[in-house]
């Protein structure tokens, strides 16, 4: 059975850094593209970045470029999301996910396996 588990969330003020973490078992990380989503409450979970299978392409959604950026450590079954410059709009619950599709993507419905979520609040 595969499991995913986030950590690193928490409190931040406007302007400052955190760096998720998502550990990843009881299945063959290397295979699977990994992603990030967030989600708060009352809206539909949405994409933030992923990555693929070997660390060599990522992709993020436009509202993070330049201050996200998705890691990936396949010797520790670990993927990670360093957010700097941390926005109150930022603020919401982070999924990692893992996908055995071809391609990157932002869908998630392509994802099979999730986390159960970290909070990450930012205050202005």
């Known amino acids: 059975q595969v499991q995913l588990v986030e950590s690193g969330g928490g409190l931040v003020q406007a302007g400052g850094s955190l760096r998720l973490s998502c550990v990843v078992s009881?299945?063959?990380?290397?295979?699977?593209?990994m992603g990030w989503f967030r989600q708060i409450p009352g809206s539909e979970r949405e994409f933030v970045a992923a990555?693929?299978?070997?660390?060599?392409?990522?992709y993020s959604t436009t509202s993070v470029k330049g201050r996200f950026t998705i890691s990936r450590d396949n010797a520790k079954n670990t993927v990670f999301l360093q957010m700097n410059s941390l926005e109150p709009e930022d603020t919401a619950v982070y999924y990692c996910?893992?996908?055995?599709?071809?391609?990157?993507?932002?869908?998630?419905?392509?994802?099979?396996?999730w986390g159960q979520g970290t909070q990450v609040t930012v205050s202005s």
């Open positions: 996910a893992a996908s055995r599709g071809f391609g990157l993507s932002t869908a998630r419905a392509t994802y099979a396996y």
């Open positions: 990555i693929n299978r070997v660390g060599r392409i990522t």
């Open positions: 009881g299945g063959t990380f290397s295979s699977y593209d």
